[in-house]
């Protein structure tokens, strides 16, 4: 029910909008290196379903690939994420007979013109929308995790500070939050869901909410955020409720 809700035409928005940020970031590349000798080749590789991540790999190194860099779509590092991407990597590697020379690309939390585009992106919504309190929501992880040294709630921090100050943000205008939480224990606070319905009720009925840690739109930022947590704030007596899209491609 919940992928039925955000279906494209095309098939699933996460497939579409990669396969679209893929080939945007070829078409740049093409441009800096015209030549077929030194030419860079961009491949998706996704880690569950596919195409997966061992036949990307497979197809640059039927290409002649020797030297790979591997981008895992996560800005905010964690070992839920970008490490898993590491392991599955390394792990069709060592069946390689000649590895190629390899870098990781471990997250850009706070690259300036990461955060310079995220801040456009929420002026864009709001010239269109209006502005209202902006709500940074981030996926979350399990609480342990950052206790046994994860660094990712301090990476969601540092985004979330930037974007605010490219923005001139003042304190009270802004605030973070942790979505798509499962099982019982406890995840990174304070949850999504629970801050919308809270604001809804009293200090904020007018909010935006932006996902900087999807890089592309999925069921997590188009069903669990801008249908289902615009449906619940709205219940709860918020009154505007603004979702601004991933930057995709």
Known sequence: ????????????????????????????????????????????????????????????????????????????????????????????????????????????????????????????????HGKDHLLFSFHSIPKSYLLQGDPYHCFCQATARGVATELQLAADEWSIAFQSRIGTQEWLKPYTDIVLNEYAAGPHKRVTVVCPGFTTDCLETLEEIAIRGREDFMAHGGEVFGYVPALND
């Open 1 to 128: 029910h919940a992928y039925s809700q955000v279906w494209t035409p095309e098939g699933s928005p996460l497939m579409v909008l990669t396969r679209r940020l893929a080939a945007r970031v070829q078409a740049v590349l093409d441009s800096l290196r015209p030549d077929s000798a030194g030419r860079l080749v961009v491949e998706v590789g996704m880690t569950y379903g596919n195409p997966s991540l061992p036949s990307a790999l497979r197809r640059l190194q039927a290409a002649g690939a020797r030297r790979i860099v591997v981008v895992p779509l996560y800005a905010q590092y964690s070992g839920t994420t970008t490490a898993s991407i590491f392991d599955r990597v390394t792990r069709e590697l060592a069946m390689w007979r000649w590895i190629p020379e390899m870098r990781f690309v471990n997250g850009w939390h706070c690259h300036p013109q990461y955060l310079r585009a995220l801040a456009d992106s929420v002026r864009a919504h709001w010239a269109e």
